[in-house]
């Protein structure tokens, strides 16, 4: 059986018993030899298809695992009154399962346990996790020292021992997001809780955080000791609108114009942020250059710090709406060069742009050569409106290369692009667009002419469409030349 198809049969479980379609009942009763009961840090041999009862004295986080080669087990947990409290197959070691949970002293837990393959016997082991509800720097169940026990709000160095978990707390000092960045090294868990263990997300991920609540950092390392330099840091937020950040009155936000291209200095673990109000409906995306040619992450949001979209990805900006371009690094300090760019648009179609009042819409006949000039960073449109049925092309030649020139009909719906075939009938309407897409990139020049191909339907020697000589007749040996003009056919 895959593991694959395995997961699907366990999650199927899963949902079944959530759903009470399967029942889990009251625990039944177990006669003597039926089950098998374990203590704190204790491993047993144990036969598959039967409980495994435990009882723990102190409150506090215990995990529960298998250690077997062969066979594939996996665990289901229920408390004293037959209640579902977790599952897990294949979190272990290869095939074993490993599941983790905090459990009240004096209650009577079952562990069933189930084999993918056949039924054995196997080693499961239960071991208690070190936990510190009252924040004394002792284990509640072992009483060993393993976490520290004062809070930190700067950089520290923390002592990490091979194979233990340490927990370190951290005190908000103002309601936020944060992350904590930690150097390089592998670790088993990386981890951060409230004050009463409950999970809020990983050390390098953003976490919400409460001003004045005490929060846990739990790391572990499986393999060896290290001392590990961790430092917390805050999301910028400025809800005022003073270019202050809110949490420690740093200066990190400002005011920015349409095509203007700033200077953004990123301190490590810091954000910046740029603050736009749109002139007018339409597509806005940024374009930056960066002194280490990266970035950890660089988004778009709306006055009230919602998310729109990654620096790629652009968002619809409304007239009059104030949007915040922001920059964050956990690394190096880093230099953007921004710049914000957008989609030209034409609502009263007298060419000018809507938004930056640049012409950027003109006409083009059919025949004529017309040469298109984009500024870095921008777009420029050409509208040609076909008189007579038939296939036409767009020729388009740049020193730069073709690509940046699409084509798409009155609906807005791409058909192609240059040199390609299209079939047009009288009155259609196409836009021929012009893309240079980086600011970082010289401006782009197109020398663009829209060209159909011959048709004689009534064989009188003209063109339908452009009424030119195309044909003639010639006779059994006679000599006749052929006058051909670029990109035309005789």
Known sequence: MTKAFKKVISMALCLMMLAGVCAVGVVPAVAAGDGYTITSDQTITVESGKPVYFT??????????????????????YDSAGNYLGYDDDGGDGYNFFVTYGLKAGEKYRYDISLYNGNTNLDVTLVHEHSDSDMDGKCDICSVEFAAATSFDAPKTLDITAGVVTEYRFTAAATGWYMFVYDSGYYSTADVYDSDYNYLGKMYSEVYLIEGRTYRLRLTNDTASQLTDVEPVHRH????GDGLCDTDSVAFSSTYALGEKKDVTIPAGGTAELVFTCPADTWYYFDYDSSTNGYDESGVFDANGVFLGYYDDGFSGKAGET???????????EIYGITLLHDH?????????????????STI????KKTVRVPAGNERELVFTCEKDGEYEVICESSSGIWGCEIYDSENRYIGSTYDTM?????????IRFYAYSSSERAKIYDVTVWHDHTDADSDGICDICSAEISAKIALGEKKTVEIPKDETR
């Open 237 to 240: 937020t400025d809800a005022n």
């Open 56 to 77: 723990p004295e102190k409150t506090g986080i215990y995990s529960f695992y298998s250690t077997v080669s062969v066979y594939d087990p996996y665990v289901y947990l």
């Open 345 to 361: 648009t034409d609502g009263n179609g007298d060419g000018i742009c809507d938004v930056c009042s640049e012409e950027y819409i």
């Open 323 to 333: 949007y915040r371009l922001r920059f964050t690094t956990g690394g190096a300090t």
């Open 423 to 431: 079939n047009l009938s009288a009155g259609d309407v196409i836009s």
């Open 365 to 368: 006949a059919l025949g004529e």
